[in-house]
T-cell receptor, first 112, second 113 residues
Framework: NAGVTQTPKFRVLKTGQSMTLLCAQD?????MYWYRQDPGMGLRLIHY???????AKGEVPDGYNVSRLKKQNFLLGLESAAPSQTSVYFC???????????FGQGTRLTVV | AQSVTQLGSHVSVSEGALVLLRCNYS??????LFWYVQYPNQGLQLLLK??????LVKGINGFEAEFKKSETSFHLTKPSAHMSDAAEYFC???????????FGKGTMLLVSP
C-alpha cells in the first residue's frame, strides 16, 4: 500500500538548471497538490489539480509549472532553478475537497 | 483570502502536562478545519478534522479539538503529553465551496522528561 510516492527524495541543482518532480498516488484520488515547506512559513500551495487534465495556481506559483496527464500522476517542473526555490516539496492527494490529505515523504531540493 | 493563525511557533511542556496548541481562522462562514502532525523528516498526517457534525472532535493519539464559532478558534488539546508527541503541528482550513487546503505556519511541540 504505497499511498503517495515522490521522486526523487533529494536533489541538488545548479542555478538555471531544470528538473521535474514526480508525484504518484495509488488511491484513485481526484485532487492533487504541490506544496513547498520553508522554516517558519508552514506549507504554501504552489499548484493543484482537481482532476485529470486540470491544473490551477496556488499561493506561490511563479517559477513552477505542473501537468496532470494521468489521474495518478502530478508533475512539478522547475524550468530555470533559482536559489529561492531551495525548499522541501510535498505532494498530497485527497479524495474530495474536504477529505483527509495524504502526503508523500517530501523532496529536499537545494539550488546552489 | 482564507487564513489561519497559529499562536506560538514553539510550545514546551513537561511529560504528563496538558498540551494546548492554538489556532484561529479568519472567515465569516466556518470553514472545514484540520490538524495535521509532522514528525521529523516525514510528511504530514491527519490528527483530526471538523466538518460541522460536532463541535468537539476527537482524533488519534488522544488529541481532541473544540470548534468555537464565537471565537473563530479550533484549539488542539491533549490531557497528558508523552515524549512521542514531540513534533510539529499544523492547523489547516478549506473554505466551504473551495478545494484548496491552507496551512498555518506550524507550532513545534517540545516535550521534556
Amino acid at each position: 500500500n504505497a499511498g503517495v510516492t515522490q521522486t526523487p527524495k533529494f536533489r541538488v541543482l545548479k542555478t538555471g538548471q531544470s528538473m521535474t518532480l514526480l508525484c504518484a498516488q495509488d488511491m484513485n484520488h481526484e485532487y492533487m497538490y504541490w506544496y513547498r515547506q520553508d522554516p517558519g512559513m508552514g506549507l504554501r500551495l504552489i499548484h493543484y489539480s482537481v482532476g485529470e487534465g486540470t491544473t490551477a495556481k496556488g499561493e506561490v506559483p511563479d517559477g513552477y509549472n505542473v501537468s496532470r496527464l494521468k489521474k495518478q500522476n502530478f508533475l512539478l517542473g522547475l524550468e530555470s532553478a533559482a536559489p529561492s526555490q531551495t525548499s522541501v516539496y510535498f505532494c498530497a492527494s485527497t479524495e474530495g475537497a474536504f477529505s483527509e490529505a495524504f502526503f508523500g515523504q517530501g523532496t529536499r531540493l537545494t539550488v546552489v | 483570502a482564507q487564513s489561519v493563525t497559529q499562536l506560538g511557533s514553539h510550545v514546551s511542556v513537561s511529560e504528563g502536562a496538558l498540551v494546548l496548541l492554538r489556532c484561529n481562522y479568519s472567515s465569516s462562514v466556518p470553514p472545514y478545519l484540520f490538524w495535521y502532525v509532522q514528525y521529523p523528516n516525514q510528511g504530514l498526517q491527519l490528527l483530526l478534522k471538523y466538518t460541522s457534525a460536532a463541535t468537539l472532535v476527537k482524533g488519534i493519539n488522544g488529541f481532541e479539538a473544540e470548534f468555537k464559532k464565537s471565537e473563530t478558534s479550533f484549539h488542539l488539546t491533549k490531557p497528558s503529553a508523552h515524549m512521542s508527541d514531540a513534533a510539529e503541528y499544523f492547523c489547516a482550513v478549506t473554505p466551504r465551496g473551495y478545494s484548496t487546503l491552507t496551512f498555518g505556519k506550524g507550532t513545534m511541540l517540545l516535550v521534556s522528561p
